[in-house]
């Protein structure tokens, strides 16, 4: 009983609310993003915006006073201040929908303000005498300055001020106020490039249009370089600090910037071992506040799961560390009474964590903390699905063909071994080539006819080896596994790091054993790349033809559904190497995850590709590095788009290592035979429906920039609508349009990290035209037996609709949507089923009168319980089995209503009276 109450109280959130705590965790039932202070007359309350764009007022209690749903789109930023002067603060909630959000201190609508569709990025409140104004900005590149009722008093285009001599404007990062010479002034951070940019810090009088002084980062712009938070530290007096945590992989950066001295330095943190200090390699953001020591202070810098104390003095003490289970959404804090608040943990977290830093127990508090709320259910829910795991029983009628390939499981040699004692049919587990990275090919490219290909070096690489030292490195790694190997072969323009004989002998070393070529972020579409894919990718794809070898080829954002329907990949479309290309994704920094699936899935199921793959890596949680949070120490994000993924078909998994004993329980599910792997044959969740990709449309290509955030053009979004719109760097978090194929396919509402999207009325794929006389035959050649004869084919070059392949007839993307939506919803009702809720679906056919149907909780990084609801169209249902518990689901002939635990997944055989 006593264990029992015990995880009560962590699921309600009342752990760690006796008096002597450090720290108090205040349950919210949402994943909170940012964390707020605001003055409410004498006292103080907690403000915090969720995924979702819900802004949450709670007091120190952990009582909710209110809370607001708003737009239902992300806040970029919350600000707090009194602009009414009542003494009690308004909120302000830059939204990623273009607004500007003012609520009252009741969490009241008080005004809203939009100037375009830009998102919003900061806000703040600055003063002019006893004149208040509101002032924000983002990615349309102004400051705009609203009276405190939101009316537009002027708008400063950042072309007007900018020093930068490389670029003429830029966004607005962050927007906030200090006290200089006893006056308030402006302070504004520009953005650049969310990857290669520090920025500059403007200061402005209030309202003037010029800054009077500005402040640029010192050193050269790097990876990891970018600022994504901003706190001031005024502790003493004369002294000003503004304290800016830059992004990165596994660099710590915080800059350091005087408002009275108008310089800008690194912090310096003073550490043994800085690889060591920093932790595990992972993309994190660091979170910098200064808090009172002694007679000074300490810095205080959150960057992933860890805590740095800094002493802010040359010579001061060392840099002590606190490292927690868990990294957190975002760090503020609250001066008046003395506490640190963090936002949800990073792992699907709900709560908001209270730490007093006056409380000598906060850092072992800390260091143990066990978040309650749903990291606890989480972790709850998946430990109870592992034990009911290990009595599962495939069904007899069950027969799974398909042999999953997973590369770096992050398993140890005893583990993998088990697994293929369990069911080496099922799954199979090749590992890196060790003790290679970073060392490549050190071959002579100078009789190569194309100066890019000759010319182009990875600076991450040492290039060292012989072929013989590289082809020993290989073959060691054959002998060491019985299964294969997977390796680097290139990434971006130089996809040389071996010479292709060296291959060659590899590949003949290997016999029947796989080796997998890795090939990362090959985006270009130029006459470059169509040279060097001919010079070695096709060479080397005929040679691997026909063996047990193929390429994993790793590309970032619409490349599936844009780039690969260039020119230079013509002959991978055509099908002329099914066997030889497994399509996969580097997905950090991008936005489109749910046509990303349509595509790969298409280019499958239209025969371009006999398999087809899933990656997961630290970063996929990253939409905007400018505020990156990649850092989940729980992935069980990464479990369930597996899940969904590989029960879609993708049969090539490439996974990092992230908390591997976890991640077990997805290879545990692969063996057993409880993810049931379909081929392209078997699934009936596919629409009708198909979009067809000809030769991409100029302006659809180039909208693939995610990380140049000074594009954004008003007009051009007006009188520019495309099929696949909003794509660029400056929409991260953006609501699509109304015609977008994200809309009105697959569900989506927003820019941002749709890795288990909906598709309520089935996967609509984007594949390439139907051509009779094309290697890979036509779809439905491909396809289940319901799809023959039952197909409808659309026409895109990204940009518009056509008639056909030849464009006899042009559609524009904004009027001929409603087309397209219409027969996807006739299309949906030739299906078996479609299922409405959050939740990513897949149907397969087992057997003549069996459906496999997979859910899978649909909140990528904000999970929950979720309700699917089930609408049985053809299929005739006679029984429904939860394969898990083995119980039987009630249903009427219509529909279905199904609990989606929070995190997990849920696998129903449906069965049927009389087959499909």
Known sequence: MKKIACLLLVLFGLQNTNANSGI???????????????????TTKIIGTSYEGTVVCYDYSGKLQWKNKLSGFMNNDIYCADIDKDGKDEVLAPNADGNIYCLDDDGKLLWKFRQNSAPLLSATVVSDGTTKYVVCGGYDKNVHYLTTTGKLIKSIPSTS??????????????????????????????????????????????LEDKPYQFAKMKGKGGGGSCPGTFAIN??????????????????????????????AEKMNFRFNNERTDLGKVGYRLASAEA??????????????????????????????????????????????????????????????????????????DFEKLNPPGKIAKILMNTSDFSKKLRKFKTPNWESQKVTVKVMSSGLEKEEINALARE?????????DVRKLYPHVENWDRSEMENKVSRETRDHRKKYDLTSNQAFSSFKKGLDASGTGIQYWQGHGRDVYFYSL????????????????????????????????????????????????????????????QSVVYTPAWKRLVSGEFPDAFVSSMEESNSKTMDMSISGRMGLWAA?????????????????????????????????????????????????????????????????????????????????????SMLT???????????????????????????????????????????????????GAKERRLEFLPSYTNGMVLTTPPTDKNSKRGTLESHLHPIYKNNTKEFFTDGRNYYSDVAKTKTYKADEYYTTVKKAIEEGAQKMPLTVKGRVAWVTAQTAPKHLRLTLVDGGYVNPDDRVATVTFHTAKVKKIINLLTNEEVKFNSEKATIIVPCGLFVFLDIELKKAL
Not at 180 to 190: C, D, I, M, T
Not at 320 to 327: K, L, P, Q, V
Not at 626 to 636: A, D, E, I, T, W
């Open 161 to 206: 001020y900018s020093i930068e001599k490389k670029f003429k404007n830029h966004a607005i990062n962050y927007l906030r106020t200090v006290q200089q010479n006893g006056q308030e002034v402006l302070v504004v951070l520009s953005a650049f490039n969310t990857n290669y940019d520090q920025g500059v810090l403007y200061y402005f009088k209030p």
């Open 234 to 263: 005024d502790i003493i007096p004369g002294n000003t600090e503004i304290l800016l945590g830059g992004n990165g992989l596994n660099k710590l950066q915080v800059s350091v910037a005087s408002v009275e001295k108008c310089s």
């Open 696 to 746: 991409p449309d100029s302006l659809f290509l180039e909208r693939n920039h995610v990380k140049d955030v000074t594009i954004y053009d008003a007009d051009f979004e007006k009188n520019n609508p495309m099929v696949i719109s909003r794509t660029t760097g400056v929409f991260a978090g953006a609501p699509v349009t109304k015609w977008d194929f994200s809309n009105y396919a697959s």
């Open 423 to 431: 069911n080496s049919k099922n799954l199979v587990i090749i590992e």
């Open 24 to 42: 108090k965790s205040i349950e919210t039932d949402y994943t909170i993003m940012k964390v707020r202070v605001m003055q409410y007359k004498n």
């Open 607 to 691: 025969g371009s590709m006999n398999q087809w793959g899933a990656r997961f890596t630290r970063d996929n949680p990253c939409y905007d590095r400018l505020r990156q949070l990649s850092y989940q120490k729980v992935p069980n994000h990464a479990l369930r788009m597996f899940v969904h993924q590989i029960a879609s078909g993708a049969s090539v998994v490439h996974n990092t290592k992230v908390n591997a004993a976890y991640q077990k329980v997805l290879w545990d599910m692969i063996a057993k035979g409880i993810l049931y792997v379909p081929t392209r044959n078997e699934i009936v969740s596919f629409n009708p429906v198909h979009v």
């Open 291 to 364: 808090v009172p020591y002694k007679n000074s202070f300490k810095y205080y810098v959150l960057f992933g799961s860890r805590m740095f104390l800094v002493a802010p003095e040359k010579n001061g003490e060392a840099t002590e560390i606190i490292e927690s289970n868990y990294a957190f959404n975002d760090m503020c804090k609250d001066a008046n009474n003395q506490k640190i608040l963090l936002a949800s943990a990073q792992s699907g977290g709900s709560c908001i964590h209270v730490l007093d830093y006056t409380n000598n127990d906060w850092k072992k």
């Open 501 to 560: 004989p060296t291959i060659k002998r590899v590949v003949d070393y290997a016999g029947d054993k796989t080796v997998i070529p890795v090939f990362a972020e090959l985006e270009q579409h130029d006459a470059d790349i169509e040279w060097m894919v001919e010079d070695f990718m096709y060479p080397l794809a005929s040679y691997l033809q026909g063996t047990n070898s193929f390429i994993s080829m790793r590309n970032k954002h619409l490349f599936w």
